[in-house]
């Protein structure tokens, strides 16, 4: 080791490693990934700054590196983040071959971190022009983040009704004995070194567009240059007699998650809705709450996101700890006593011991305070982007769940996508466009669900126009002669929940990718580009015959 810290070390023999192949090695007790790619050596950060995978079970493709828990990707050229949720980089170390030995060369500052933080510009106070980004969620976080690392030096306010710095809501559902403070996303001290300012519990009622102005509850306001909206979304309200009484919950902050925890220990849980926020509370609480019922009125959960096979898999799993659902029906009404929940009375006439009650019957833009503007929204109230993420207002922007957008892999049908890696793209888009730089949205929705110690995960979308959702490991294409028309659905199952893919087999992980290249191919004007096709394979576990039209991709099956 010399004055600098800096450390070089032989990690293996040349032809140890073989072209395309991703090896973890040792450099001073610190674990480094050795890519050799195209017979040119790259040493990087060896695990995903998202939740720590090691990216050695990744899959690479061309200078693309996947993490294969959530689908983070990384140039291996730079380490820099090309694809969420992940929101850092990773480190790049020197790589020399000598006399057929590999060294690589290293900080150990460097070494002990498997992150890297993207420089940014600081605020500079002659520049007078103010982003404003309505919301306090990862959509606005990335935007906030991006027009730092992309040169903007102006104003940058994130104003939001949350009490918090933007934190990992999917964790809410996942593991609800943990603090606020325990899944932040960014430290408050992050943000001010960065000259970004966070508004917390300060909510936006109106916008005036033509004045470029928002008024927020509090009776202030706040003028803009260009405008974010990425408010997100809200859980479904439930419209039955009784719905007024306490403990009937929804699961949208961290005050909420602790607070059904705290309800639900020891006691008579009934979740409605099995949703995938349901089942994650009802999988989460299964060792904690004296008895739990999930009602819903589909015959599966997840039945029209992932079909009845990964639904009928995951209740018995859950039914396997305890869990009582009650499929098929509807709760009609709420008893209570002393103005608390006590009972939940079923459209089929059964009666459920109620001392607390979950809602997960779905989500609503939060748009309200956009009624009666010119801002377009569809019937649901998501406001219409383009690919830039443009609204139709000029100078104003939208992301995340508050929006309908044009999904490539759609072949531009719009379409509302509520994951937390998707938000984080468009905000990213966002802010490229706030900055005028012609940037188009390019990717592939990815979603993942963890119950009972098994993970759930898929790339693409839940079936639609009338074609069901499957839940093998292939997707659906449509296709006219030499061209791929629409992708409409792509799940896949992980770590042996179904008994046929594993965590760490390339082909899952390589799933994204393959989506990846058909939403560029089908952006793309470029005829040899548009209209390549695709040769992937993977047998249908069950046996069952694939449809003429259906892209089959590979999944390691």
């Known amino acids: 080791m ?47 700054p998202h939740y720590g995978a090691p990216l050695s079970k990744g899959v690479l493709r061309g200078e693309r590196l996947r993490c294969p828990w959530h689908g983070a990707c990384f140039d291996i050229r730079t380490g820099d983040i090309e694809e969420y949720p992940a929101l850092d980089c990773i480190p790049c170390f020197k790589v020399t071959v000598e006399d057929g030995k590999v060294f690589i060369t290293a900080k150990k500052k460097d070494l002990e971190s498997s992150q890297r933080v993207k420089d940014t510009s600081r605020r500079c106070l002659l520049n007078k022009n103010t ?20 040169g903007f030096t102006g104003r940058i306010i994130m104003a939001t009704r949350e009490k918090h710095v933007p934190y990992d809501k999917s964790k809410l559902s996942k593991e ?16 001010e070194a960065r000259g970004i300012e966070l508004w917390t519990e300060k909510e936006a009622v109106s916008v005036d567009f033509q004045k470029q102005k928002v008024r927020f509850m509090d009776g202030s306001s706040q003028k803009y240059h260009q405008l ?8 479904g309200f439930l419209k039955v007699p009784g719905a007024d009484l306490q403990n009937i919950c929804t699961l949208q902050t961290p005050e909420e998650s602790s607070k059904i925890l705290e309800l639900a220990t020891g006691k008579n849980l009934v979740v409605v809705g099995a949703s995938f926020i349901g089942m994650e509370v009802a999988a989460f609480l299964s060792d904690k709450a004296g008895t739990i019922s999930v009602v819903e009125r589909e015959e ?37 006593k002393d103005g608390k929940v006590t009972e939940a009375v079923l459209a089929n006439g059964e009666k459920l011991p109620a001392d607390v009650v979950v809602v997960g019957i779905g989500s609503t833009p939060s748009s309200a305070f956009l009624k009666g503007t010119s801002i377009a929204r569809d019937a649901k109230g998501a406001i219409l982007v383009n690919l830039h993420m443009q609204t139709n207002i000029p100078k104003v922007f939208a992301a995340g769940d508050v929006v309908t957008f044009p999904v490539a892999l759609l072949d531009g049908e719009r379409a509302s996508i509520h994951h937390q890696q998707v938000a984080e793209a468009h905000g990213r888009c966002a802010a490229l466009n706030m900055l005028g730089r012609g940037e188009e949205l390019h990717t592939v929705p990815y979603f993942w669900s963890t119950l009972l110690g098994k993970s759930i995960r898929y790339a693409g979308r839940e079936g639609h126009r009338g074609i069901p959702s499957t839940s093998w490991v292939w997707g659906w294409v449509q296709r006219s002669p030499g061209a791929v028309q629409a992708l409409e659905w792509l799940p896949w199952l992980w770590e042996g929940i179904h008994g046929h893919c594993g965590e760490g087999q390339p082909g899952t992980t390589e799933i994204p990718d ?9 952006a793309s004007p470029c005829p040899g580009n548009r209209h390549s096709p695709l040769s992937y394979s993977c047998r249908d576990p069950t046996g069952a015959p694939h449809p003429p039209w259906a892209l089959k991709a590979a999944a390691g099956c």
């Not at 309505?134 to 992309?150: I, K, N």
């Open 300 to 336: 599966f959960p997840f039945q029209h996101a992932l079909g009845p096979q990964v639904g009928g898999v995951t209740m018995k799993m859950l039914q396997n700890k305890g869990v009582k659902f009650h499929m098929k029906t509807e709760l009609c009404e709420l008893k209570g």
């Open 131 to 150: 982003m404003l980004l309505l919301g306090g969620g990862v959509a606005a976080l990335v935007c906030a983040e991006t027009l730092r690392q992309e």
């Open 176 to 191: 609800m004995n943990l603090k606020a403070e325990d899944i932040y996303l960014r430290k408050p001290e992050f943000l």
């Open 514 to 522: 393959l989506l990846y290249q058909v939403s560029e191919s089908m």
């Open 228 to 235: 974010l909206i990425a408010t997100g979304s809200h859980s």
């Open 2 to 48: 010399d004055s600098s810290d800096t450390i070089t070390e032989e990690v293996c023999r040349e032809d140890d490693v073989g072209d395309g192949q991703l090896l973890e090695v040792m450099v001073a007790g610190y674990p480094v990934l050795l890519v050799r790619n195209r017979r040119e050596f790259r040493a990087l950060g060896s695990k995903c």
